[in-house]
């Protein structure tokens, strides 16, 4: 059963930084990964997908990498702003289509 | 649609009623799927459409959950004798092609038990 393990549960940084979000899983058989931000009372806006054939994705100054074979993903951020406040969530798809969550990391970037 | 739509958005329902939730998934998505988060705890799968059918039920919590797609298109979440261990909120997503797209969520439908 596939597990999904997101490090650390919470964050608070100043504004500014760089910082890192992790994940593991334990079933490096997984069709694609992706990254959601989820805003308080709200849904999940997707961030970034990674295939399983690829090693990473980019979008602004967001940068996901993959490394399959050791059940790992990190989420990268640069120059975080208090609008990146939010909660970040993993997930993983498998031959079973549907997708496995972690448990999220809650981010607070501090003016 | 231009997004996954979702309703009611806010529920309040008192113990013992039955409840549907609806989601009105991207047009042109054959993949439909019900989650459901509660209060502290991450994301549940519940229940997998491709088309019409749902190939994987798995996560249905009890037999007082239920769904239905029809015409490929609107889903409909059934819950009956709602107990208040089903307040939470209940994300639908739709997809493509899970492996080339990713997934796009609705906002959600917060259901309260009473």
């Known amino acids: 059963k596939q597990e999904v393990t997101q490090i650390p549960a919470a964050l608070s940084v100043p504004e500014g930084e760089n910082l890192v979000l992790n994940c593991s899983f334990t079933?490096?058989?997984?069709?694609?990964l992706q990254w959601f931000r989820q805003d308080p009372g709200k849904g999940l806006t997707s961030l970034l997908l990674?295939?399983?054939?690829?090693r990473e994705q980019t979008s602004g100054r967001l940068n996901a990498s993959l490394d399959k074979s050791s059940g790992r993903s990190t989420l990268y951020i640069a120059a975080s702003q208090p609008g990146d406040s939010a909660t970040y969530l993993c997930a993983v798809s498998g031959g079973a289509q549907k997708l496995v969550f972690g448990q999220g990391t809650r981010l607070t970037i501090n003016p | 649609g231009a997004g996954v739509s979702q309703s009611p958005s806010n529920k309040v329902t008192e113990k013992g009623k039955d409840v549907e939730l609806r989601c009105d998934p991207i047009s042109g998505h054959t993949a439909l799927y019900w989650y459901r988060q509660s209060l502290g705890q991450g994301l549940e799968f519940l229940i997998y459409f491709q088309g019409n059918s749902a190939p994987d039920k798995s996560g249905l919590p009890s037999d007082r959950f239920s769904a239905e797609r029809t015409g490929g298109s609107v889903s409909t979440l059934t819950i009956q004798r709602t107990q208040q261990e089903d307040s939470a909120v209940y994300l639908c997503a739709s997809s493509l092609f899970p492996g080339d797209r990713g997934y796009t969520f609705g906002s959600g439908t917060r259901l309260t038990v009473v």
């Open positions: 079933d490096s058989a997984i069709y694609n």
């Open positions: 990674i295939q399983s054939s690829q």
